[in-house]
């Protein structure tokens, strides 16, 4: 049975930082390419950031420069550091591990971060 569990969200004031965790099992790990996503409350669901198998990354432009995602092969993990927050970050975010040239992709159930004063 396949996981996907983030944890590491919360409430933070503007400016602040927060590091998101992805824990995954019952995959081949380092063979998927794996993505943060958000969606704000009336928005769709949108790409945050995505690291593929061999360490290549790329973001949203409205979050490069704040954000770095990295991933951890031997724990089976992937994470998203988030700093400089804005309120327009709040969403839920969730995870995403796709086996590129195949079906699979699974999600996480989503972790909310509220950036407020």
């Known amino acids: 049975q396949v996981q996907l569990v983030e944890s590491g969200g919360g409430l933070v004031q503007p400016g602040g930082s927060l590091r998101l965790s992805c824990a995954a099992s019952?995959?081949?790990?380092?063979?998927?390419?794996l993505g943060w996503y958000r969606q704000a409350p009336g928005k769709q669901r949108e790409l945050v950031a995505r690291?593929?198998?061999?360490?290549?990354?790329n973001y949203a432009d409205s979050v490069k420069g704040r954000f770095t995602i990295s991933r951890d092969n031997t724990k089976n993990a992937v994470y998203l550091q988030m700093n400089s927050l804005k309120r327009e970050d709040t969403a839920v975010y969730s995870c995403?591990?796709?086996?590129?040239?195949?079906?699979?992709?699974?999600w996480g159930q989503g972790t909310q971060i509220t950036v407020s004063s």
């Open positions: 690291i593929t198998s061999g360490g290549i990354t």
């Open positions: 995403n591990a796709e086996r590129i040239g195949t079906l699979r992709s699974y």
């Open positions: 019952g995959i081949t790990f380092r063979l998927y390419v």
